[in-house]
């Protein structure tokens, strides 16, 4: 009867597991049941009863989060005990709250941030334990997410002793998401944020937004977009801020805010917003104060000023550290911060790439301990492949936040699979020769490099009102990957890959190996069919889909596409050298050196800094020209074959998400060729030469694909 | 042992079941299992299988429906065969696809539509057996959705005879939504047209939404705004209509396009869009004939011209017919169709309530046959209540639809639970004596007063992308109601609203007692708190969310809600007797006269059709103010009471549905009471009198609801 009742089961489950379609909406936290028998087997004798201490809000999510996961993961209803009575007890808690925890004092937790959790394995009175211990409750909700990450990704959980602590301080998400719930550069539907029915109305997306960022140690968001709206200062819209906070808290999220410089004018009836002026500096006093009441953990401000028609200090001759210190001054009696972004170029110079350094790096030293630069990963906006931002290495005295963009303004947009971990490490990993080698960005924005403990990272979010959240189910991988690379920076783009797969679509093995397989190569894919050998920004103007190397019609240079490639007849790309804009120089000697001869620099950023003829010689012995093909096609080439090894993944997958997959693939392979046919057209016109015949021609005119026009591009 | 396993199967159905919350994306379609296991073991033995005849598409769906319903509802693979071996066979097809049927060849279906279908239990070759035979593919998909919907809602299947056959042809919903995903007056996100993925990308809620409207008879969608957009018109845009197309069609439905009638000079090239020109009807032809070719079953459109700011024939001094006809005859070889609205009050006159009459009475007889004139239920706009039309009634040389608005515009909006079947039926019931008494306005609509066969029925789409559709899950019960009363006009709001909640939540008697009367109240419960006595229009300008009876300042003073209730200190209402605008004489003498007489007149209608003292004797025998606070303080009551029933039933629906309900009667006592005391307070202000200390007193000053301001509505 046993075998009858099992085979009982595995028909249930198959009905509820297999048979019904997976919309995506449980991102990460499926908690499906383990299907392996072995293994749930397993884990059914190590976890069988949760000892956790603690009574406030977050001990009761942890608690919530661990049951439901138990059930569904085990089908089981875990026991809620307060005393350790059998083996396989989880106890968790912190060392102040729970007696065993307390005895035990880990060391590990020591010298470790009030976020950390540490997971060991033990035998207590002759009972075998996990142990959950969390320097703060927040510690230990953390640490829960990290034990269930294990369970759901099928770790060995016999022997544990894992010591986490987030190496960056404030870790989050960037919305730039509007009043109206239009999100600019938003691809997976409209605002999650329906202010209109806050503060009264809570949905639950916004319960489960805090479990999932809580799961991967985001603990801050910024709910508003940064080209600011002075509404969501006043008191209705700061009343249904504060409700999101309230669901919040529990998770360890704090809210930030977009400041819009010229609120005192807009909605304070002042006749300036002058950060010098007292009268100014008292209105966002009183506000902060204001917020601060409704708000008791606020984390604080994200500022956008003097860039791209924001108001911003300059407007009154005041510059931006007199601009972030007047709200640096207002926050700091709360412990709010003011993240300030370097975001800028509004003045003039010959080169686009040089102008942030140039407004900020003589400001170093001069910005309030509690501001910090949000910096853009790369010099110019978020293009599929840039050199990093010469600003990380440049501001010893200032503390430097990164900015990266989760959302695939430039890489796709709604409908190209493209994992970013890759793109976020090549940044991170950087070295930028501060003080030496090894000086990575990565050091520079955890702290270590230049002694900050104000630190922070950030990614303008991909998320959406879509069921699934992020529109493309691999895009919520990216999401993912901020999360994890926040916390841990170390962690390989293979790890969070495969980390994010398991919990995401399946522990299979050759479903993890093809999928993986296909996520680590995706950002190369994308960069060789959209911007090879290091062109950059020629998109469409406005709304960035598609491609348009051809732009010049734009009133500023550099907002047209001819600008960032500079193709002639002689060749293409920037001269950033000695012999052009000199834009090398704002880096360290040691990170420019790689760069600065055009036949010693990398292909990858070649064109970034290099005016080179379409005969150049590349490091695979083809010209230029021809390299450029071979790119363009091997972009084309490698999304196609990404595509047959998703076919291949059907058995694996459910039927809504194999499908959504297999169509988004569908179209990213038609965009690649349109994207590879385009360019190689339009340059074609400079180089006067064949593309070589090895590879496939264009099907339309360059005229047909100037025609195309797309009035209604999401986003914009 | 078979207790054991029926245990078992309980724990797992209780799991999988009511822990889970319910998100509602399914709708009406749950198909949950079947929780008391004497109805589901009765169903179990009357469907055993599936002998369904016919290779169609349609066949296919209703094949897949069929089985993913019972599965889902019983638990179990259903077989499907194509002979009859045992009892409990379930025999669905044509009379020409099916032996079986065919023999059988019900008289019933004779004289019934290509649409209707016929349910009966038979005995055939000692087999008991359920026949659904339709008199097409399409009737036989609507018969298994009506046997799904029975064995739904519990009914008894062991004896059926059951014709069904549509009483309009055209079962319409009208989207309001436009190119950039917006959707006017929409209340549930953003448009479920993602048209930047489309044609390539089908989501699978364009699937659902299929389903969902097969379910219950739709059988046309317009896709666009009636604030149309010529770009839906271009071949890129045609395409992506052929997609959606493509997945309506098996379900028997066709796409409707809105068209903008300067079209041929904006994206045409034309100089002019006069219809009477060569080349523009030249143009439409050619445009017509593009569209026929990607979509053969194409509708038609759906035209408001010389409406709010839309071109139309008036721009070149063409009346309505002459704009209505160009397009009729370019469609008539296709067998397309045109819905000209008629909401119209572009000329001048003293009472926009005549206007559409005043426009297209003298045109009645001069639309080419496949014209059909598109007819909002009242007057004026969709207001909580409206008498009739008098265009209904009026036409007997023409077809009307009827147009009804699903989404909530001046009915709350995205968070009042407003079921408004009652509101439908109300119009459907009113007689408008055009061939005497009886002469109904669903008879006008239904063709059988003036024997028409070319009939319609619209609803203003309610639809968005939140994950349940509609926002408040109760709005899903409208788009339901629009559907049922399309197909059956007869059908009563106690039927639907019973037929919905047993399968939208649940069956128990207990609870469907409870929440059908909430269901039936809640329009009179609006109306009350919000427009009682025949009150109008007094929303905000604009985006219409909450009261705003001192509105004045519109440049068109029929914009403005003092136009719509003339308070002063003599009294309160709008003339439209013999002595003032004379609006009633738009309608037949019958329908009239019971509105002439401010002394017979209904308490409600009152206002719409008398300007009255404000100590007018009412037919409670209470003054006209004291009566005005009574009805304002009977919907806050009312939505008081519906409050805490709702409260009751926590135990019968899951914990999503039941929050997300509980808060938004939250926000809908709230807003009520706003409602109660800004009308109050401002219609004081001219009555002079006090409003009876036994009711509550209003806690803010008009100054107070004067001053709120809400800049981003939604639907705006």
Known sequence: MLIKKQLLLFFLLAISGIAFADNGYRLWLRYDRINNQQVAGKY?????????????????????????AIQGLLGKKISIVNKLTTDGTVIAGTVASNKILGALDPKELKNASDEAFYITTMQINNRSCILICGNSDIGVLYGIFHFLRLVNTGQDITKLDILSSPKIKYRLLNHWDNLNRTVERGYAGASIWDWHKLPDYIDQRYIDYARANASIGINGTVLTNVNANATILTRPYLDKVAALANVFRPYGIRVFLTARFSAPIEIGGLKTADPLDAAVQDWWKQKIKEIYSLIPDFGGFLIKANSEGQPGPQDYKRNHAQGANMFADALAPYQGIVLWRAFVYSQQSNDRFKQAYEEFKPLDGQFKPNVILQVKNGPIDFQPREPFSPLFGAMPHTPLAMEFQLTQEYLGQGTHLVFEAP??????????????????????????????????MAGVSNIGSDINWTSHPFA???????????????????????EWLEQTFSNDRSFVAVSKSIMLRSRETLVNYMTPLGLAHIMYNGHHYGPMPWGNTLGR?????????????????????VTGTNALEEYQQGASSSWADSNKCADE???????????????????????????????VDSIRKIQQQWNSLERFVDAERFIQVKQLLNIQVKEAVWWRNACLLYFQTFSKMPIPSVYEQPDKTLEYYKSLRFPYAPGN
Chains 1, 2 share one sequence.
């Open 557 to 577: 240079p550099d907002w047209n596409p001819v600008y960032y490639h500079k193709a002639d007849s002689a060749g293409i790309g920037f001269n950033r050298t």
């Open 476 to 498: 919520q991988a990216n999401w993912y990957a901020l999360g994890r690379l926040a916390w841990d920076h170390n962690l390989s783009s293979d790890q969070i890959a495969e």
């Open 44 to 68: 059914n004798k190590q976890i069988q009863q949760l000892y956790i201490s603690g009574n406030s809000a977050t001990i009761q999510k942890a608690k919530q989060e661990f049951t439901n």
């Open 605 to 635: 950023y070649l064109l970034w800094f290099h005016h080179v003829s379409w005969n150049h010689r590349m490091h695979s012995g083809k010209t230029l020209w021809n390299e450029l093909c071979f790119r363009y096609n091997a972009g």
């Open 423 to 456: 793109l976020f490490k090549e940044a991170l990993n950087a070295d930028t020769y501060e003080k030496g080698k090894g000086s990575t960005v990565a050091k520079i924005v955890d702290g270590t490099v230049d002694n900050f403990s104000l630190t922070a």
